[in-house]
């Protein structure tokens, strides 16, 4: 912790905030600036808290940690990328991963149909909501438990592993039965009971950033998951809230390349919500896939002016198809360079 | 609905339009303009579906909702404030409410103290939180139920009526019982699951803005709970996520006026949370009477710079008691202003 | 400055850095953390060049200045508020100051008619364009010298002192001749050549805040006027962008009482701009008052549906009367505080 | 233009709006909703003035125009990209142009080396810049005029064209004389008056994104200097602001796409102040190439950890070049985009 005293701070308060620091069992490092004094506290403990109690104390301007405040999702933690195997597929390796499907299960012939055509573009996973976080309550909710068995049976068809979202702590285990990833939604990012509760499942999860999110609240975010017992996290960057409204939000890929010298998590790049509009997916698919993402969500549905949710954002199937044709060179880049990151890392 | 159609929308394209427009139970109105169509679309029925499936269509530029999204919180369809009574306090009349008290329920001391403390300066209510809602799974996750029994000792002492804030769908029955209102942090204004589940509770409900909410999705998330059966929502504001720094959050001040043009719900504001500067709770409070809101939560500690939380935006107790003192002639003139409109409304 | 080096600086990465601030002309205090080293340099320079060639040596993970980045407008440079006096009136001192009038100048009869029913209604400015900052070159550009000539005629009618706006280095002479206050629109905030002119002229400054700038680059861009030789700035607080919509810009009330601790410049606060829309001028003046402005900018026009600009945001010359008696109480209580402040100072 | 009447409009404000839209010279379209009026205007005319004046009328909730608000730079005006040739090479063609250079010119030396080295590592154009616009009074400058001599040398010396910033209308016939872009800081991108003498140069101009400026409002900063005379301008996206301060800027790759949907002009990348940070510009760089952009503006300098300006985001020499290395595939893949657009144009 560094903590810079005010200009006018006087000798008392400077002591006092020096006694406090070692009561709160860090040593002591005064520098004497020009204008002020500037305290370095040295130790291990509950630095959050030391941080807001000495930044109450009367005579402080600032007190800022200088340690990160996660340690299991960091780098330093763990210097190779972690791999995620689901159902024969491994994320965060040597392979690029594309998960597809449409916004909402709606029908059986809705999802398989769709299922079938991304397998048969290239898609390594069916992406599906079941549960469905809505703005209105008068908006389509979706399936619940009978969208959850309608993906079992696409997946049954089409040997497509399963995404899909959990929206509350009671429904984790319902929803891990049936999926082979659980995600959590942005609006859920810091639904910190929820975290608890997916840090108790075996089930790998992708954890979408929060749209008001930093970098840093979104691995605190992981950290919750690693730290209650579940190691298998995957981030997920699907656009911030900024004052643009020319697309639905900004997608913050320059996040993915700071993500990866942060963490050893795999990080995805969902250009359906980050965009909002169907002909920016695929440009900012082909950027997430040279700015080194370990894999894509890609909202498809086979008939997006039909579609309860998510239609302006949705790919067609053709479209899909010809987006995955396009993205190929992209990918074998991509494979390129995990390679030579491969062998320079042995 | 407003539909624009592309500037190069082809005949076909606009008939499309027209067509599933009138499929889904809607009157057409085409407008010829300069450069482009435009279609109103007259009707009721599932708008968000309906705008996301044309705006999904080829040739539409953009679909827009002229109607507003939420019904039973706006000011249409009651045009009179709601009071919420609780515990012979009533929020949203013609008394201002001030709501105090520390951020984390600590010990027994801590709590009995600060209550008596903010009862004999003239809160009206007691604030602490059992639940904490903390960025990092290592701080303070507050003292649970043993913190609910805590807060019950303490308006078995001082009469106070309880706030605290409830974080899962799963904890509503268990925090009902020990509060008088039910507090939703900011990171849970969109936890939909936890709005369901207060929708069945009879306990008053305060909804804090999210910190990267609209005012309009603030609405619908207090939509959410009145349409699920809880017609009790108060709102507050409490700072806004924007890229100002030098303060925690900024205060949207002028929300608190545009809400009460849009909504009968009564309006709080936080300036706590909204400045995480102590030296700031003052002028902002100040400020929020003038403006208008029912109310204020004001964090109170016993001891800030010994707080487990929210320390450096805790008044202590000397200076709430400073702080209801300069309220004083601004809150005779809210009375004066709530009196007139009372009169006028008459 | 603070230097925090990375996890893994080697020994020499350190010590290169520590040669490099001593090469810089400050003194070294290194504190050995648990987990890093932290660096504290001390001494009096040009900061920013130096925090930013420390920040690019390798091994660097951060570089912060502690000190101010500004001197004259600060509070430490002068205790007591500065008084802006300007035709018979003082702002900054005991009295409070409303600034009214169109957006833009668009006749003599509309400017003269605008101008007689302020000063009535006890504004003691009178405001206008003559030059716009309009987004679209194809808006109403302003009247130029022409609307200047008719503000003169405006204060020769009426006694009231001019606002208006500068844009271009190149106009500062010339607005300076009919203006008594220069003002500076939030587009302009950073545009360094005219705050430089700004430096040479007399007259006093309105520097209105940047959409997107922090309230240390509005200090910062007041630094640049006063140290190139004008010492007469106002600020202006007048809304920040954000991701709200419903407001056109959300006004941060906040900021006016953390800028009366940082500087000893008198702050305004502009009701319209903040806010965009007629009706929420008036709580939000109040509020401005409640939290301590110095005075208020509030866009009048006699008729607004036919303004050439601004028409949504602007008040009647009825509205106007009617804000400035409900003004009143809030205006006397203002008085209170600023006199008890200034017995206390002395 | 789309007016919606407010839901308790009367019949008489309805038929107010009605005759005032007729007054204005556009033809009127009524649509009675289920809930309130909408008024469809249309017509030619000044657009902005008429919204503000029907927006400020009594029963009037909001007036949207449906026309963009600019004309010469869009895609309608002009399908195809539009090409600016300078000094041989030509931007916005088949050809990606990457522009590098140090932050400031500070030394013969230094603008002579780095001008040799990036030539060398093939940058078609050398960047520097000799006006400054930074933030403190009390920063580097610039070495002005006598900077733009050494520019001047440097193409003498390595035949590379030259990028440089103006920062007042004052100033942009000596800029012009020396430099083959001019450059508009984000800062003055809505400095109207610069904008203005900017369409009376015959330069090219490089008119970078203000950052918080949205889409749209860089669009129209554009069309300033095209209607005022000049049609050469190429778009910069640099980053915009946020909440997120793990980066100096959010770099907006999406608006790069967005943008080559909207207008004809071409589209560069400045990673380096998009992210502030070293190590993100080649991943960045990367995914600029990969999402369409027209080339990159990228900060070189032959001793970061000395530069005067922009250190920590300056690359090295040797850093630059193994970018330039890096970027060849992903240069190729882009190549054969635009060829296949190229023909598919035909």
């Excluded at 599906?128 to 438990?145: C, V």
Aim: with cysteine.
């Amino acid at each position: 912790m560094i903590i810079s005293m005010a200009l006018h701070a006087t000798r008392e308060q400077i002591d006092q905030v020096r006694e406090r620091i070692q009561e709160l069992g860090y040593k002591v490092h005064s520098i004497q600036g020009e204008e002020r004094v500037v305290i370095g506290a040295v130790g291990v403990g509950d630095v959050t808290r030391c941080l807001e109690q000495i930044e109450a104390m009367p005579g402080v301007e600032s007190a800022v940690r200088i340690s990160a405040p996660y340690k299991f999702v960091s780098r330093e933690f763990r210097s190779v990328r972690t791999r995620i195997r689901v159902n024969g597929i491994e994320i965060g390796g040597g392979e690029f991963a594309v998960i597809a499907g449409p916004g909402s299960v709606e029908s059986e012939s809705q999802i398989l149909e769709t299922a079938e055509a991304v397998a048969k573009a290239g898609a390594k996973m069916l992406r599906g909501g079941a549960y469905k976080a809505r703005t209105s309550p008068y908006d389509f909710q979706g399936m619940e438990e009978e969208g959850l068995k309608l993906l079992r049976k696409a997946k049954e068809a089409t040997g497509l592993a399963i995404l899909t979202e959990v929206m509350s702590d009671s429904d984790v285990d319902l929803v891990a039965e049936y999926a082979d990833i659980l995600q959590i939604g942005a609006r859920n990012m810091q639904n910190f009971s929820l975290l608890k509760a997916l840090g108790r499942t075996t089930r790998p999860i992708l954890l979408k950033r929060g749209m008001s999110s930093t970098i840093r609240e979104l691995l605190m975010s992981a950290e919750y998951i690693v730290a209650h017992g579940n190691p298998n996290v995957l981030l997920c960057e699907r656009g911030i809230r900024t004052f643009e409204t020319a697309t639905r939000n900004t997608c913050d890929l320059a996040a993915v390349a700071l993500l990866s010298e942060l963490t050893h998590l795999p990080v995805m790049v969902d250009p359906s919500h980050a965009t909002g509009r169907r002909s920016l997916v695929p440009p900012v698919a082909k950027a997430a896939v040279a700015i080194g993402a370990d894999g894509l969500l890609i909202e498809v549905h086979p008939n997006p002016e039909k579609a309860y949710s998510d239609g302006a954002q949705s790919l067609s199937i053709p479209q899909f198809e010809r987006l995955m044709q396009d993205l190929g060179p992209h990918i074998r880049l991509w494979e390129q360079t995990r390679l030579a990151e491969g062998s320079s890392a042995v």
